[in-house]
């Protein structure tokens, strides 16, 4: 498993810097809490590695391989969080036999804690999806699809706050509008909302109401488009305030460390993605010192 690492780091004195703007240098003295955030985006129901003559990716990916690296980082930090950005079905035989079963299984069984969904994600429809709730014991976000009047109503949660060693960490998940993508009879009756309306709704919600230390949005909205009126994940976090991380998904784009954008308000925001089918694995650790300066660093990890 090759890791390639990134500690953001100030052009100016080249000093390892925080999201607060902290450097490394007093902050990793002072650091108290430690949080891991795990994810992955656009896994496309790959279950096996990639065959060893595969041209690009030859043994890489694989569910075995994520779980062992996902249960050696849990030893390393009890305080994990392990999420995915979308698109967990369709890709492989095992999607077009098991309905997306054995996805939602095996993932329940490396313990994610949130995923959000992706257009695929309803290529079996909504029936289809609904179907495999019971197999999915993680939490399933998404504050941006109204499911009102679908079978979907009530299972997914706009957003979840997690705690670990004392932070609270609000995770909310956004998807890409359906229409145009997914059929119509597919998703049925499924309002699609304006994302960074529910963006910036969400995270004053979870910055003011429920005092989150850190705010991630799960985004399956794309990393980037050459279209300026389209929503994307940079784009998102430059008409947004208080994300500190928004993890994507949908482009399938391969970021070697993630982008730093400055969102309204003139603060850092990372942005990042792991390219898709499993074959990597993001790392982001947090470091927050009493006075709840964060600092962050990023990792990724080959499966």
């Not at 077009?96 to 299984?105: P, Q, R």
């Not at 969102?263 to 898709?276: I, M, R, Y």
């Not at 650790?285 to 080959?302: G, K, M, P, R």
Request: proline fraction near 3%; hydrophobic fraction near 40%.
């Amino acid at each position: 498993m090759k890791r390639r690492s990134f500690i953001q780091k100030s052009a100016a004195a080249g000093s390892l810097i925080g999201l607060s703007g902290v450097t490394m240098s007093a902050l990793s003295l002072k650091a108290k809490k430690h949080i891991t955030i795990l994810h992955t985006n656009d896994v496309h129901s790959h279950i096996e590695p990639f065959d060893k003559n595969d041209p690009k990716f030859p043994n890489q990916g694989g569910v075995a391989r994520r779980m062992t690296l996902i249960e050696n980082v849990r030893k390393e930090n009890p305080n994990t969080l392990l999420l995915d950005a979308g698109d967990i079905f369709q890709g492989t035989p095992y999607f077009n036999f098991y309905g997306g079963e054995l996805e939602f299984k095996l993932m329940s069984m490396l313990k994610y804690d949130a995923a959000t969904l992706g257009n695929h994600d309803f290529d079996n429809g909504i029936d289809g999806l609904y179907a495999q709730l019971p197999h999915a014991d993680f939490q399933l976000l998404t504050a941006n699809y109204d499911f009102s009047n679908t079978l979907m109503d009530g299972h997914t949660k706009p957003y979840n706050v997690f705690v670990k060693d004392g932070v609270k960490i609000g995770v909310f998940g956004l998807g890409i509008a359906l229409d145009g993508l997914v059929n119509k009879r597919l998703y049925k009756e499924t309002k699609y909302l304006d994302p960074v309306e529910i963006a910036t709704d969400i995270t004053q919600k979870l910055r003011s109401s429920e005092n989150c230390d850190l705010v991630i949005c799960l985004s399956h909205l794309g990393y980037d488009y050459k279209d300026p009126d389209r929503i994307s994940d940079i784009k998102l976090a430059s008409l947004t305030s208080g994300i500190d991380l928004i993890i994507g998904g949908h482009t399938h784009t391969f970021l070697e460390k993630p982008t730093i954008v400055q969102n309204k308000d003139g603060q850092f925001v990372l942005v990042n993605q792991v390219g898709w089918a499993g074959v990597n694995v993001g790392r982001i650790d947090f470091y927050l010192d009493d006075a709840n300066n964060i600092e962050s660093q990023a990792t990724v990890i080959e499966v």
